[in-house]
């Protein structure tokens, strides 16, 4: 048996909703980019100063600008229809946005500092750069469940 | 979680690896094809590019087929299966000059397939939400 469309919303919506999901969807692209490259310049040990530079730079210039326009049409979207926010879903939105956003911050100072030393190896901080960014990513997996299931 | 939850979920999930897809591309492609980001990035970008694209085609269609408030001529879904097949298009293009090995700034257009990707991909994204004509 088919079901009801279980998403209608109010028009009002679409705008914030549209940001929130691509700057969501932009946030995890670049996530993604900076595993790969980290990953790369752990596995290969060439190329790791193009490498770190590049991930520093997807950091600074693609993770956090992304997530400033993920979190504005969230709190867009609530403004708007006030919705409870002691919801469960809503509480995983808001402890994976916030505890991601301090992950994010301090892969981009380890990343920074892995770029600057321009070494052979990324070192261990280049390694903590590549493990945020995996946990990151699996995160917003989480996020994006919830966002998606609504559990109650 | 019903199917419906469960189809939605694996949709956007799919449209997110989509995106990690193309961002990967675009950072290949715009960020002065160095061989090293190359050869970090390109096998990611293809993998996600294409799981991203087949998650987001069948999902979608099971989606459209499971709820009853949406058919497969809906004006929106047309549309999105046409942005679909002209984002895939220049995504297969991209991907198999790349994976021969061809330098990314010795592929002519390069920088056209991308853009061509990004802006499906963008009208996708607000097809999606604004769903025009439903």
């Known amino acids: 048996m088919g079901v009801m469309i279980a998403a209608i919303r ?6 914030p909703l549209f940001l929130h999901v691509a700057g969501a969807m932009l946030l995890v692209g670049a996530l993604v980019v900076v595993v790969a490259t980290m990953a790369a310049a752990m596995r290969n040990g060439e190329g790791v100063e193009v490498l770190t530079r ?4 997807t950091l600074l210039i693609g ?9 504005v049409g969230a709190e867009w979207i609530l403004s708007e229809e ?10 995983i939105g808001y402890g994976v946005a916030d505890g991601g956003l301090l992950l994010a911050i301090i892969a981009t100072v380890l990343a920074w ?3 600057r030393r321009g070494a052979a190896r990324p070192g261990g901080a280049g390694r903590a750069v590549f493990v945020l960014a995996a946990l990151l990513v699996l995160a917003y997996g989480v996020a994006i469940w919830a966002m998606a299931t609504k559990p109650a | ?4 939850d469960w189809l939605l979920f694996l949709h956007l999930i799919a449209a997110f690896l989509l995106v990690a897809g193309l961002v990967a591309y675009a950072v290949v492609v715009y960020g002065g094809g160095e061989a090293v980001v190359s050869r970090a990035l390109v096998p990611a970008a293809s993998a996600l590019w294409n799981a ?11 989606l459209a087929l499971e709820v009853d408030g949406y058919e497969l001529w809906d004006a929106w879904i047309i549309a999105a299966i046409v942005l679909w097949f002209v984002g895939s298009g220049a995504g297969g293009q991209l991907g198999a000059a790349m994976r021969q090995g061809t330098p990314v700034r010795a592929i002519d257009a390069s920088r056209r397939l991308v853009a061509v990707m990004a802006l499906a991909t963008l009208l996708l994204l607000l097809d999606m939400i604004f769903k025009p004509w439903a």
């Not at chain 1, 590049?54 to 730079?57: D, K, P, V």
């Not at chain 2, 979680?1 to 419906?4: F, G, I, N, P, V």
């Not at chain 2, 991203?52 to 099971?62: A, E, N, P, T």
């Open chain 1, 10 to 15: 109010p028009g009002h919506w679409d705008l």
């Open chain 1, 54 to 57: 590049l991930a520093f730079r």
């Open chain 1, 63 to 71: 993770v956090l600008p992304a997530y400033v326009l993920m979190r």
């Open chain 1, 82 to 91: 006030g919705v409870p926010d002691d919801l469960s879903w809503i509480g």
């Open chain 1, 113 to 115: 500092r892995v770029a």
């Open chain 2, 1 to 4: 979680m019903s199917l419906y």
């Open chain 2, 52 to 62: 991203g694209g087949l998650g987001v085609i069948v999902f979608g269609v099971w």
